[in-house]
């Protein structure tokens, strides 16, 4: 699997003392985009008077 994870890492202290150890994880997909165009815009022209 191609994915992206984004960790989160918590403790909880007490007293100095650590009570609680978590972490949590977001898996996003990997990004297919490449930087080039994918949509073809054509070129506006204006509207001819008759």
Not at 9 to 14: D, N, P, R, S, T
């Amino acid at each position: 699997m191609n994915e992206r994870a984004i960790v989160t890492f918590a403790v909880i202290k007490k007293n100095g003392i650590v009570t609680n150890v978590g972490r949590s994880t977001i898996l996003q997909p990997k990004t297919n985009f490449k930087g080039e165009s994918t949509v073809k815009w054509y070129k506006d022209t204006k509207k001819r008077s008759e």
